[in-house]
C-alpha cells in the first residue's frame, strides 16, 4: 500500500526544490517537467489562462484556501525528484510569480512583476506555508497505482454548476438579486428562507422584496397556472442563476446579462435596488408569463424545464419586453405580435423552420444584435402576410355576405343598407381583439 505522509513547505522553499539549484538534494527536488508525462500541458505552460494565475495568487495573499499540493513517487526511484500528480499549473503558477515571468495586479496597476513589489510584501508571500501530501509507492504496489490515483484526483470531482456558485456567492442572504431570485421560484427555496445564517437565527428578508411579496405571490400563482407549469428549482440550481439573470437584464434594461453564467452576473449580483424598481422587475416578469400564457408550445420554446423554457427561445420575449427606446404603445404592441406569431407558429411549419434556423445560426445558440434583428424582421414579415391573407378572406367573406343579402333583397324587392363597415369591424375583431386564430384563417397558415 502507498504511504502517504502531509507536511507544508513555505513557499519559497516549494520553489526553490522545483528550480533545483546545487543546494537541494536529488531526492529533494521536484520536477515539473517529468511530471508533465500524466499532466497536461509541457514544462512551460499549462492550462490555465493568465486571470486563473492571477486569481490563485490574490487567493493567496488574501489567505483564502488554496487546496493541497499532492507529490508522488514511484518504487525504486528514491533519489529521483518528486512528480507532482495534482496542482501542476498552481506549481507552475508560482514559479513563474517567483522568476518574474508572471504580472499581477497591485495598487491599481494591472501588471506588477514580483520583484517590483514592495520588500515586505514579498517576503510574507515567500513565508506563507503550502499544505503537501507526499506518496511513496511501495514494492507490492500494482504498476498502475499512480495512473489511478491521477485519474481519482483528476475526473471523480463533480464542477460547481452556474447555480451551486451563485448559491456561495449569495450565502449571507443580503443581496436583493439573489433574494429575489430564490422568493419568485419558491419551493426549495422557501426552506432556506426559513432563516438567517444559522438555523436558529431568523431570516433577514430585504425591504425592497418585503414590500412586494404580493406581487411576488401573484407571479407565481400565474405562472403556475400557464403552459410552462409551476415555476421550481432543478438539482443543480439552474433556474436560480438563469432568473438572476432575467432580473439583472430587466434592471438594467440590458439583454445581454439575460446569461446563467456566474462570471457574466458577479459584478452585477450586488446592484442595490428599491421597491419601486423590484415592482417593475415583477412587471415585466407578469407581462412574460402573460406572453407565454398565450403562446408556449414545446414545439417552438422547448420542453419546460421546472417551469422555465428554453433560454435560447425566450429571449426574443422578454427582450421586447425590457426593450428601451419602445414607447408604451409600442411596447403593447409588440407584446401582441408575439402572441400573434409564436401562436400562429404552432400551425406553420416553414414559418417554425425559418425561426429554429435563426436561433442555431452559426452553428450555436449564442444570441447577438443580428440575431434578434433577424428574428424580429422575421415576425414582421410573416404577421405582414398573414394581415394580407386575412384581409383578402375578410373581403371575400365581405363580398359574399353582401351578394346573398343582395339576392335576398331582390327577391323580397328590399335593398340592403351597407355602410362599408363589415369587413374592416371583422378585420379589426380579428386582428386586435382576439391574437386566436379562427377556423376560417387557420389553415391559410399551414
Not at 35 to 49: A, H, K, P, Q
Request: proline content about 4%; aromatic content about 8%.
Amino acid at each position: 500500500m502507498p504511504r502517504t505522509s502531509h507536511t507544508t513547505f513555505s513557499i519559497q522553499e516549494f520553489v526553490n526544490k522545483i528550480k533545483g539549484g546545487d543546494d537541494v538534494a536529488p531526492h529533494d527536488k521536484i520536477s515539473i517537467k517529468a511530471s508533465t508525462i500524466f499532466n497536461r500541458g509541457d514544462e512551460s505552460e499549462g492550462v490555465w489562462s493568465k486571470k486563473m494565475k492571477q486569481d490563485y495568487i490574490d487567493s493567496i495573499m488574501n489567505g483564502y484556501p488554496i487546496g493541497q499540493i499532492s507529490l508522488v513517487k514511484d518504487y525504486g526511484n528514491h533519489s529521483s525528484p518528486w512528480l507532482i500528480i495534482d496542482a501542476l499549473n498552481r506549481a507552475r503558477t508560482l514559479r513563474d510569480l517567483l522568476s518574474n515571468q508572471l504580472t499581477i495586479p497591485h495598487n491599481l496597476e494591472r501588471g506588477v512583476l514580483f520583484g517590483d513589489l514592495p520588500i515586505s510584501i514579498q517576503e510574507e508571500f515567500k513565508n506563507k506555508r503550502l499544505s503537501i501530501s507526499t506518496t511513496e509507492i511501495t514494492q507490492n504496489d500494482l504498476p498502475s497505482v499512480i495512473a489511478t490515483m491521477f485519474t481519482r484526483l483528476n475526473t471523480k470531482q463533480v464542477p460547481l454548476s452556474q447555480g451551486e456558485l451563485l448559491k456561495a456567492f449569495s450565502w449571507r442572504k443580503n443581496h436583493v438579486i439573489p433574494e429575489l431570485a430564490k422568493h419568485i421560484i419558491g419551493g426549495e427555496w422557501d426552506d432556506h428562507l426559513q432563516y438567517g445564517l444559522h438555523e436558529n437565527t431568523p431570516y433577514v428578508c430585504p425591504d425592497a422584496i418585503t414590500q412586494n411579496l404580493e406581487k411576488i405571490n401573484l407571479l407565481r400563482t400565474n405562472w403556475a397556472n400557464s403552459p410552462m407549469g409551476e415555476l421550481s428549482e432543478t438539482k443543480r440550481l439552474d433556474n436560480i442563476a438563469l432568473l438572476c439573470g432575467m432580473i439583472i437584464s430587466s434592471k438594467k434594461k440590458d439583454i445581454s446579462f439575460f446569461d446563467k453564467r456566474f462570471a457574466r452576473l458577479e459584478t452585477e449580483m450586488s446592484l442595490e435596488i428599491t421597491s419601486d424598481q423590484v415592482s417593475e422587475i415583477l412587471d415585466n416578469f407578469l407581462t412574460f408569463v402573460e406572453i407565454m400564457d398565450v403562446c408556449y408550445y414545446k414545439g417552438v420554446f422547448g420542453s419546460s424545464t421546472k417551469g422555465l423554457p428554453s433560454r435560447s427561445k425566450i429571449i426574443y420575449v422578454f427582450n421586447k419586453i425590457i426593450e428601451t427606446g419602445l414607447t408604451p404603445e409600442s411596447r403593447v404592441d409588440w407584446c401582441q405580435k408575439l402572441k400573434m406569431y409564436f401562436l400562429a407558429m404552432q400551425h406553420n411549419p416553414s414559418s417554425l423552420l425559418r425561426f429554429k434556423s435563426i436561433c442555431s445560426g452559426g452553428g450555436n445558440n449564442e444570441v447577438g444584435s443580428t440575431k434578434f434583428n433577424q428574428v424580429y424582421d422575421e415576425i414582421n414579415n410573416f404577421l405582414e402576410e398573414f394581415y394580407n391573407i386575412t384581409n383578402e378572406v375578410v373581403e371575400s367573406i365581405g363580398e359574399t355576405k353582401v351578394a346573398e343579402e343582395t339576392k335576398v333583397a331582390e327577391e323580397v324587392d328590399v335593398v340592403p343598407e351597407n355602410d362599408g363597415n363589415d369587413a374592416n369591424v371583422a378585420n379589426t375583431n380579428l386582428l386586435h381583439h382576439n391574437v386566436q386564430l379562427t377556423g376560417d384563417t387557420q389553415h391559410l397558415l399551414v
